[in-house]
């Protein structure tokens, strides 16, 4: 039978802000007695340790969602700040475990290309992104998250429209389509996603 979450805690960067977005659709289906959403946009991995982390301890979450690295995958010269990015991720989901949280992990959507980014983010975008999937996939194998990785989900072979009007954030649709992988790695229906 799976676990009743009383406190669920989203942490993150604007991914998990987003009013709607998969943090909360999860929120909804859960229906837990306490929740609070910490995601803040533009912040890197090392800012969520900084932010939030000792905000997410004091709630006393009992199921807890950690998804960043996205704002530091963006930028140029990621391959060489990955091992950096990795330790901070490190240093969010160890104490929320020890603290007796069961960690929730995302590796998201990687779309194959990205018309709508600027060109400040450079040709290498989607192939950083790739590698921000590859090393949250490991890494969620080695802490043992609750981990979903949507980098190769099918929708995106299969062409749907899954970014928003930047090009880069997720649209309902998408998040309808993390939330139910997210529910059902917690043992839940999808079906218990409310539209």
């Not at 802000?17 to 909360?24: M, W």
């Not at 009992?62 to 330790?87: F, I, T």
């Not at 018309?115 to 890494?139: K, S």
């Amino acid at each position: 039978m799976a676990p009743e979450y009383a406190r669920y805690c989203a942490l993150g960067d604007s991914v998990v802000e987003q009013p709607g977005g998969f943090a909360e659709l999860v929120r909804d289906a859960l229906a837990p007695a306490a929740f609070v959403n910490l995601g803040v946009r533009n912040l890197r991995a090392a800012e969520v340790r900084d932010v939030q982390l000792s905000a997410a301890l004091a709630f006393r979450p009992d199921l807890a969602m950690v998804v960043c690295g996205a704002n530091d995958a963006m930028r140029p010269g990621y391959e060489s700040r990955a091992g950096a990015v990795d330790e901070a991720m490190t240093a969010i989901i160890a104490p929320l475990q020890r603290a007796g949280a069961t960690v929730i992990t995302v590796s998201v959507f990687v779309m194959r290309e990205y018309p709508q980014m600027p060109h400040w983010l450079g040709a290498g975008f989607a192939r950083r992104m790739a590698l921000l999937a590859e090393r949250t996939n490991a890494l969620a194998a080695r802490l043992g998250t609750v981990h979903v990785d949507l980098s190769r989900h099918p929708a995106i072979a299969a062409g749907e429209a899954l970014t928003g009007d930047d090009g880069l954030h997720g649209n309902p649709h998408s998040h309808r389509i993390a939330a139910a992988a997210i529910l059902d790695r917690l043992h839940r229906s999808p079906l218990e996603v409310r539209r």
